[in-house]
Nanobody, 121 residues
Framework: QVQLVESGGGLVQPGGSLRLSCAAS????????MGWYRQAPGKQRELVAD???????NYADSVKGRFTISRDNAKNTVYLQMNSLKPEDTAVYFC???????????????WGQGTQVTVSS
């Protein structure tokens, strides 16, 4: 099986910073795209940022210049450095990793359990 474990969420004041981590463990052959999504109360889940294995990166317009996504392929871990946080960044943040468990299998998506980020004074 594959498990994704997220960490780093919490309560922060506007203008503050947080760093999220998401590590995949279990039977893993290769991890392809890694990404972060978020879901605020009453809203649909939205893409925050994603990064391919070749380090091609995509950001939502709302976080460009404030958030930085990165990955460590040796650790099957994706990070999200969030700076200049705003109240509207408050949401549950989920990581997504596209993983092939064995060489002959198809890759599939795995979600983390979610971590709460609250930006408030």
């Amino acid at each position: 099986q594959v498990q994704l474990v997220e960490s780093g969420g919490g309560l922060v004041q506007p203008g503050g910073s947080l760093r999220l981590s998401c590590a995949a463990s279990g039977s893993i052959f290769r991890v392809f795209t890694m990404g972060w999504y978020r879901q605020a109360p009453g809203k649909q889940r939205e893409l925050v940022a994603d990064i391919t294995r070749d380090d091609n990166i995509n950001y939502a317009d709302s976080v460009k210049g404030r958030f930085t996504i990165s990955r460590d392929n040796a650790k099957n871990t994706v990070y999200l450095q969030m700076n200049s946080l705003k109240p509207e960044d408050t949401a549950v943040y989920f990581c997504l990793q596209t993983i092939k468990r064995v060489p002959i299998s198809s890759a599939r998506e795995y979600w983390g359990q979610g971590t709460q980020v609250t930006v408030s004074s």
